[in-house]
Structures are given as C-alpha cells and as structure tokens.
C-alpha cells in the first residue's frame, strides 16, 4: 500500500506542477498579445504623425487646398476650397479610396477664417489617430 500511496502522491504533485506551468504559460501568452497590439498601435500612431507633419507642412507653405491635395496624392471634396482628403492603405502608401485604411482630412473650421483648419488622420473606419489645427503661412 506504501507504493500505491507514493505514487499517487507522485501523481498529484505532477499534476500541480503542470497546473501551475499552463497557469504561467496562459498568462505569458496573454501579455505577449496585449504587446503586439500595443506595438501594432504605435506604429499606427507613428505612421499617423508623420502624414499629418506632412500634410500640414504642405499646406502651410502652399496655403491653397487644391495644390495640398495635389502634392499629397490626394482630392479636394466640395467646392470652394473644400477637405483635402488623402487615402492611405495598410502600408502607409497614398492611392484610392478603394482598398484604404487610413484616412487624413484637411477640413475647414465653423467660426473660423478660411485658412485655418482641423487636421485629422485616423482610420477608414472612423477612429482618429490623431487630430490638430493648422493655419497657412502668409495669410
């Protein structure tokens, strides 16, 4: 009876130990998800700053919405001076609204003169990455 109980013992405690390994290993792997998202998120981010610096270094020197979409490979929406509008796809690279996946918009503000606008880059869907405002030089 000595050697059943010592190998069910034996047992048991192998079985806690395994217990205790997938416990660690659920939680690591967990962590190693959350760190891919996060990296994922700031190379989104990274990507988005460097697009709004452009777009808004480009309109500041042009002044003009119609050159500033030219120059970024993008479209004026609306007439008068209307949103620049530039589409990007999942590798940052401007082109059509058909397949993209981030989005900047050059729109102009309510209340505000005409050379002033709101900057955004966000994501097809909606999301905005990251926002701000803008005035041309000279005006």
Not at 86 to 105: I, L, Q, T
Not at 109 to 136: N, W, Y
Request: a neutral charge; one cysteine or more.
């Amino acid at each position: 009876m000595t050697g059943r109980s010592r190998a069910a013992l034996s047992l048991i405690e192998k079985l806690i130990v395994i217990a205790v390994f997938a416990l660690c290993a659920s939680a690591c792997a967990g962590i190693f998800v959350e760190s891919y998202i996060m990296s994922g998120d700031a190379r989104d981010l990274n990507h988005a700053l460097v697009a709004a610096k452009n777009g808004a270094e480009r309109y500041k020197a042009y002044g003009d919405p119609y050159v500033t979409a030219e120059s970024l490979g993008g479209r004026v929406d609306g007439a008068g001076g209307g949103a620049v509008v530039v589409y990007y796809d999942e590798g940052w690279r401007a082109g059509g609204e058909d397949g993209a996946s981030y989005v900047m918009r050059l729109s102009g503000i309510d209340g505000e003169p005409q050379f002033i606008r709101k900057l955004t880059v966000g994501k097809a869907t909606g999301e905005e990455i990251v926002s701000f405002t803008v005035a041309a030089r000279g005006k």
